[in-house]
C-alpha cells in the first residue's frame, strides 16, 4: 500500500535546527514577543515542561540571574544550574512545598502547557484540559507576584469560559491567544492574565 507524502511540519523542523526540545516552543516565544512576558532575572514556573522546550527559551530569557523551575510527569532534556525540576503529578505536589524545596516565595510568571494524553474523545479532552489548567490557576493564586504573568493553554470546550470568569475573577484582566504555530485542527488557546495588585 502506497504511503500518503505527510511533508515534515515547518515548526518541528524550525525547533530541530534551532536545538529546541519541541515545536511547542514558538507557542511561547509568540506570546512572549507580542505580550513582553520575560524579563532579564525573572523566576518563572513551567507546569508541563516536558520534553523542555518552553524551559530552555524561558532560560535563555531570564539569563544566569533569573530562575525556572518546571514540573512534568516526564523527565525532561534541559539542565542548566539555574533550572530546577520536579518530575511529578501537578495533583500531588503542592504550591507550599514547591516554594519550599525551590526556595522561592513569589514567582514573577506562572506558565502551563499542560495537556492530557489526548483519546479522542473530544469532550472527555476538553474536561481533562480545563482540570489541569484549574490546577494551574490554584498554584499560580499561590505563587505569583502581584503584576505577575499567568499563561495556560485550555483545549476549547464548554467549560472555557467559566474558566475565562475564574481566571478574571482571582487574577485579573484575560486575554485569549491562538498562536500561528498551533496546528488548524488543534482547539488549543492560551489564556493570559496579568496579576492585579
Ligand atoms: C504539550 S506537552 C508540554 C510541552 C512543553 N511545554 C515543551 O515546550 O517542551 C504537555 C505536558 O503536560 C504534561 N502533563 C500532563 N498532565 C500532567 C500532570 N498531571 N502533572 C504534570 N504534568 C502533566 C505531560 O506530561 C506533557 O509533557
Known amino acids: 500500500m502506497l504511503m500518503a507524502y505527510k511533508p515534515r511540519d515547518y515548526y518541528?523542523?524550525?525547533?530541530?535546527?534551532e536545538k529546541y526540545p519541541a515545536r511547542s516552543v514558538y507557542k511561547l516565544k509568540e506570546a512572549d514577543q507580542k505580550y513582553r512576558l520575560l524579563r532579564r532575572g525573572q523566576k518563572v514556573l513551567d507546569l508541563g515542561a516536558a520534553p523542555g522546550s518552553w524551559s530552555k527559551y524561558a532560560l535563555e530569557k531570564v539569563g544566569k540571574t533569573g530562575l525556572v523551575v518546571g514540573v512534568d510527569l516526564n523527565p525532561v532534556k534541559v539542565?542548566?544550574?539555574?533550572?530546577?525540576?520536579?518530575?511529578?503529578?501537578?495533583?500531588?505536589l503542592s504550591p507550599e512545598e514547591l516554594c519550599e524545596k525551590t526556595g522561592v516565595s513569589v514567582f514573577d510568571a506562572v506558565l502551563s502547557d499542560m495537556a492530557p494524553k489526548t483519546?479522542?474523545?473530544?469532550?472527555?479532552?476538553?474536561?481533562r484540559s480545563v482540570h489541569?489548567?484549574?490546577?494551574?490557576?490554584?498554584?499560580?493564586?499561590?505563587?505569583?507576584k502581584p503584576g505577575g504573568v499567568f499563561l495556560v493553554k485550555v483545549f476549547?470546550?464548554?467549560a472555557f469560559p467559566r474558566f475565562v470568569e475564574e481566571v478574571k475573577k482571582r487574577l485579573g484582566p484575560v486575554k485569549?491567544?491562538?498562536?500561528?504555530?498551533t496546528r488548524s485542527e488543534s482547539r488549543e488557546i492560551f489564556v493570559l492574565a496579568r496579576r492585579e495588585s
Do not use: C, M, W, Y
Open 119 to 127: 483519546t479522542g474523545d473530544r469532550s472527555g479532552d476538553h474536561f
Open 176 to 181: 485569549r491567544f491562538r498562536p500561528k504555530s
Open 12 to 17: 518541528a523542523k524550525k525547533a530541530k535546527q
Open 156 to 158: 476549547e470546550g464548554e
Open 79 to 92: 539542565s542548566a544550574p539555574n533550572f530546577v525540576f520536579f518530575q511529578a503529578d501537578i495533583f500531588e
Open 132 to 144: 489541569l489548567a484549574e490546577r494551574a490557576l490554584e498554584i499560580a493564586e499561590k505563587v505569583l
